[in-house]
């Protein structure tokens, strides 16, 4: 009677894994996710190692906005569309990254510069900003000493589109490394998995990712 009593206990306490382990798995999936950095591309803001909190629903009630920090599959734009790893290498990798342990190599963290209708420029001798439809923007999250670009782009974003940029520019694969390309560097809004919304760890640099709007925080220039 007590190796029975034992066994369902043992068997209680595995369906209770089991049970939490599929609500994590489901409220990652469909709700909030955890992203592991993995790169320099979103310094200051993001180092590598952190891992951010990522809204999985924070776009099916509002739209993208240009400055939000969001997380979204690279694949067919910065990253092909198959790895290339033998099944069991890529199984790895995914627990690995569901662990937060390591980061995607399809998956990428960038803020948005321009949505649908946008005119996106820089730079020149005259102007040395960026410029959203003709008006320049100072961009205070941008890695210190970093010029807001090193190549010159103009770019008109179709409906459907982003253009988005790493903050550390000199660091970042982003919408400028596919300029020529086809698509002209803009992702497709369909790719994007969610806004980050805070630095979850380490705990001392643990903070919410502000929300930031073009005219308010961007401080628009006269």
Known sequence: MKRRSTYVGWRFVLCALAAAVVLVALVRAFVVDVYYIPSES???????GDRVVVSRTQYRSDEIRRGDVVVFDGRGSLAPLNSGDAAPVAAVKSLARWAGVMGSDTVYVKRVIGVPGDRITCCSAEEPRLTVNGTPVEEP???PGDAPSENNFDVVVPEGRLWLLGDHRSESTDSR???????????????VIGRATAILWPLERGSDIERLELGAEWNTAE
């Not at 979103?42 to 180092?47: A, H, V, W």
């Not at 490394?177 to 790719?191: D, K, V």
Request: hydrophobic letters at 40%; a negative charge; aromatic letters at 8%.
């Open 42 to 48: 979103m310094q200051p803001l993001l180092e590598p």
């Open 177 to 191: 490394s596919l300029l020529g390309a086809p698509g002209g560097g803009l992702i497709s809004a369909e790719r």
């Open 141 to 143: 999250y941008v890695y």
